[in-house]
Every structure is written in C-alpha cells, then in structure tokens.
C-alpha cells in the first residue's frame, strides 16, 4: 500500500473483514437474548425520576416506614342536575366490588368513599382506591386503572364516570411510554431508509448502515441491560426511548461520513481494501472525535440533580460509543466485503470525477468568498434575531392536563371533579414529624394558606413507626399540580420546619413537582458551562488551535437560541402548547451541541487537511465542497430521527423532537454551510493560531480550480 493507512488494515483487510464480521457475530449472537429484556429493568418508580437529596425524595424513602408505596386511583361520579337514587345504588354497589379487588396491586379492602360533594341533593361522588407502586408498580398501574374501569363501567344515561387522581394519570402516562422502544425503533428505521435512499439513491448499500445500526442498537440494549442488573445502572422509559433516537441518529451519521470518503478514495484506488483503509485513516479521526464529544457531553449529565437527567448520561453515552464502534468497525468491513457493486447502480469507478468538485457546495464556497464578511454578518443577525423568540418561551413547568398531546380519560376526571371537590383533593401533602411535636406540626399546616383544615389525619392503611416518627396528609385548595399548589408547599415547608425539634419534613407530588424545578435550574446552570468546556477541550486537541475553536463554540451557540427562540414561537402560534418542562431547555442544549457538533467537526478537520495543501481560504473552499452533500444528507437523518419522537403522545417529547430537529436542521444548512464558512474565510490562517498554520499558509493566495484541488489533496 503506497500511503499511510494507520491502523484501517486492522478492520478492512483482506482476512480481517471477515475476523470484525465474525467478532460481531458472536457478540450479536451473545447478547440479542439481553437486549429484549431492557424494557422489563426498566424503573419508573418516583425515586428514579426525583432529585436524590430533595426533601420530597426523603419523605418517599421515610414513608415506607408506615405503609407500602402507593398511589390513590379516583373514581369520580357526577350528574350537573344531582345524582339520583339509582346513581347512588349504582356507586354503594361498585364500592363493594371495588373492595374485593386485589389483582395488580390495588389493594381493595382500604377502599374509602363514596365522598360526596355535599351533604344534600349531591351531584357528584369520588372513590379512593389505592394502589401498590412497589418497583414493579409502573408495569401494572394502567392494568390496575383496567381493573378498576371493569368494575365501575363508563358511566351513561346522563351519569359521568372517570377515573383520574394519581392513579388515574400515571397510567395513562404508562400507556403513552408503553411500546416506547418499538415505536421509536419502527419510526427511525423508517425515516432512516427513505433518507439513505435519497441520499444513495441505491437500494443495496442502505441496507449496511441499517445493518449496522442495528447491531449497535442491540448491543447497546444488551449492555445497558447488564448493567442495570449487576452495576446498579438505572434506566426509565425516558433515557430508553432516547437511547434508540441517539444510536440511529448518530451512529446513521456517522455511517454517511464514512461513506462519503470511501466514495472518494474509490475514485482514486483500484484497490478497495485501500481504499477503506485510506478512508478510516482520513475520515476516522473527524468521526471518532464527533462521537467522543457526543459520549463526553452525556457522562457529563453524571452531575445533574435530577436523577433522571444523571440516569440518562450513562444509558446516551453507552448507546452512542457502541454505535461508533460499530460504525468503525462492522460497517467498514461489510462495505468492503460486498465491494463496489453495493453502490448500484451509482457504483464509483476508478477514475471518474468526483461530482463534489463542480456541485451546488463547490459553487456555494464560491460566491461565499466574494464576500465573507457580508456574509457572516447578515447570517448572525438573522438568527440573533430568531434568538429574540425566547421571550415566548415558558421553561417553568406543564401540568398534567397539557402534558398530553390528546386529552385522556384522567384528565377529563380531573376537569370534572375540579368542578365538584377542592382541586388538589387525590393527591395530599405528605407530612412527616416527630410524634412528640405532632400537634403543633398539624396545627401549623391546618393554619396554612392553601390547605383544607378539615382535611388534616392519617391516611388508612398506616401504621405506627418504630422511630417516634408519625405521618400525616393534607389536601390543598389547588390543583396539585399548579403554580398555586407549589406556594402551598413551600408556605407549608416554612411553616413546619418553624417548629421547635419537630424535624418535620413535607412531600407528596406537588412537592416533587416544586423539587424537581429548584433541581432542573440548578442542572441548567450547572451543566450547559460544562458540556461547552468539553466540547471546547476537544476542539482544540482536534483542531491544535485556538481562535477556530471560539469561533466554532460561538456559532454553536447562536445556533442553539435560534433554534429555542423559532421553537418557543411554534409552541405558543402553530401547535398552541401551554409551555415547556423546566429540562427542555437543557436537553435541547446537550443534544444539538453534542450532536451538531459533528458537522462543524467534520468539515473544520477537512478545511485543515486541505489548508496544509493548499492554504487556509482555499481550503474553506474545498472542504465545504467535499463534505456538503453529505452533511447535509446527515443532518437530514439526524432531525428526522429526533422528529420521531413526535410520535409520541405527550408534549414533552414532542417539544424536545420539534427543537433539537430544528436546531440539526439550521446547524446544516445554515451555520455550518454559511456562517462557519464565512468566518473562516474572513479570518483566513489566523483561525489555526497558535499552531504553525497560522503563519505558515501553504503560499496560496487565490483559489484553485476544484480539479486542482481534489488532486492535491491526495497527494
């Protein structure tokens, strides 16, 4: 072989493609058994989601003391004109059915109810049936709620019949999680095969990065899997059905980055096993260092609060390692096992043109350098401008009733018994204190704004503690889920931990919901400093500069405000979305930096192998012309697998897939085709400072012709 391949005869050679098919073989072969199982370890419990220090958290843990996790599902009755006698039979007669119950946890002896909303002439009723949430409680929550729906029926003849409360709305959540991982896996694997064949426009080759995906995904799956049940690794439907849009997307990318190389150096070698090894050796180094940042800017999430977000960094940075692995080593060596004809009918011969070299990109750089610095200046101040959208956007929380796409049964019980019964009744403040110091604790929350007096006791079903510790509840005159609800508690919180040696502590889920906001902005500003110094550090070692990393970091996050500010107008305009979760903004964030990264690494690493060559502007010129059709054909995969999520019903996670699409998209055709293009050939060799190539600009003063170009570039 007459150039340096490094270390690509290692995966492609003549008799090592097929030891890499053979390694993966087993390793498929091993772990597809594990892979199916992740779904089951999956834990969904409120502690895998809640801040691990937060006071919520504390009192979930302390409460096991005085009785089993659980949640109350709420059967609501109501009749506008009052309920009549036969409703009343009707509710008398599922209360006794309701009590047998004890299948998937309901346990059906603590029964209570029926509630009425007054004395005389009623016109609505509730049932409070608990639930068991032990760690196996997300599984059978919606089993349960179908249980219980079998039993009190739907209602008719004038009679509403609902079921909500916390039970009620967890499982309809678990209904929307449910088929997560299927559903998101047939919703990228189809986006990806319609954009490889536009890109490819060869129905052959895409079935090798799909292939190899698809192993990636398994191991990943597998691995995780392991982890979970011997490491202690959590994992929640959250980070699973991320997991499946990180490994597609990225490892999708990475596989188009690679063949677009392979593709050159197919036109210049006879020879395809060079030809490979001449592309991992060129392109490799960009790839790896994408990957790298993406895996970094995950394990970084390990600082997060939230235990959700600190779950998910490790379950993301394993799925995207084990798809840069697959893409350097299982994807390279099919390629060259199939050879060139895996390309039809579009099949590089030796010695064609490179299409590249006179195609929309090459003539894009073109014009570009007429007048870079016009350029760059009126691309950043149009998205300053989109960036301006932000004052629309509301990061502070959704509640149940708009975190749906659709409106579930749950919510519609809500609406109804809000009608009927104080708004946050279902779902009570947990209280926990000495028992010694307990009548002042209650007198003290009783006396709180906020919290129906009268509702003050202990909850059926509890049990004395061992520690002279005494549990108790309270309903409050919100919705639980509300602003409104969450000054509640902390008025509650200051007014109980105002009492002498009480060591009283306040939960229930408006408390988590207001714990899980102090920890979500805490992680925002935690995080986000974080992930721009990781992605910095490897810029620089990439790149050996200074200046052309800044400049890149700058890009990147104009980037990310134009992406939130054109999506906060979407949700307030085009889809009518109350708000965003108190995370969006931070997921957006790790995801289109770790992500978009890659193209601006890809084409900076291939302006600097051509500016060695030819110097730096001409460089620009070649780099973006050789790796335009393909990042651009990436970014496409990339936001299209993360619209994927929109399949989804709930909000969240279409937010989360509507942003982080928009922000690939505007990383691809905008930032990195225009706005980094035109700062680097505005600032010309000083982008390399302080390395040599600042100083020392290969002598070009002008830019050559594409052919020129290309052939230098190769030798």
Partial sequence: MSENRGIGHLVCGRRAKWLVLALWLVVLFLMAPFASKLTDAQDNDAASWLPGSAESTQVLELSEDFRPEQIPAIVVYARESGLTAQDRATI?????????LTDHGIRGAETRGPVFDRETDPRAA????????????????????DSIRDDVGEGGAGLAVHITGPGGTSADFSEAFEGIDSTLLIAAMGVVIVMLLLTYRSPSLLLVPLLSVVAALFTAQALIYLLTEHAGLTVNGQSAGILTVLVFGAGTDYAL??????????????????????ALHRAGPAVIASGATVVLSMLV??????NSTRGLGPVAAIGVAVA???????????????GRWIFWPVIPRLGAPNP?????????????????????????????????GLIQMRAEGINNADAFTGKPDSITGQEVSARYFPAGSGDPLVVISNQAQAHQVGRAVADTRGVVPESLGLPPGTKPSFEGKVLFEATMTDPSDSEAAKQTVERVRDAVHAVPDADAQVGGGTAALLDMDEATTHDNVLIIPLVLVVVMLILCVLLRALIAPLLLIGTVILSFTAALGISALAFRYLFDYAGETTDFPLFVFVFLVALGIDYNIFLTTRIREEAAHQGTRPGVVTGLAATGAVITSAGLVLAGTFAALATLPM?????????????????????RSVLVTALFLDVGPKVWWPHRLAREDGGAAAVRQPEERVRQSSD
């Fill in 92 to 100: 008398t007669e599922d209360v006794g059915q309701l009590k047998q």
């Fill in 126 to 145: 509730q049932i409070y049936v608990p639930i068991t949430m032990d760690e196996k409680g997300w599984e059978r929550i919606a089993p349960a709620v």
């Fill in 257 to 278: 980055l690679l063949v677009a190389r392979y593709r050159e150096e197919l036109r210049r070698h006879e020879d395809r096993h060079e030809a490979m090894a001449l």
């Fill in 301 to 306: 999430l390990l600082a997060a609060e939230m």
């Fill in 324 to 338: 840069l692995l697959a893409m350097m080593t299982l994807f390279p060596a099919l390629l060259v096992i199939f």
């Fill in 356 to 388: 590249a070299d006179t195609g929309v990109w090459a003539r894009m750089g073109g014009r570009i350098a007429r007048r870079p610095r016009m350029v760059w200046g009126v691309t950043a101040v149009v998205l300053a401008v989109c960036s301006l």
């Fill in 651 to 671: 909000v969240a996670f279409a937010e989360i897939g509507f942003a982080v699409a928009l922000g690939v998209l505007l990383d691809t055709f905008i930032v």
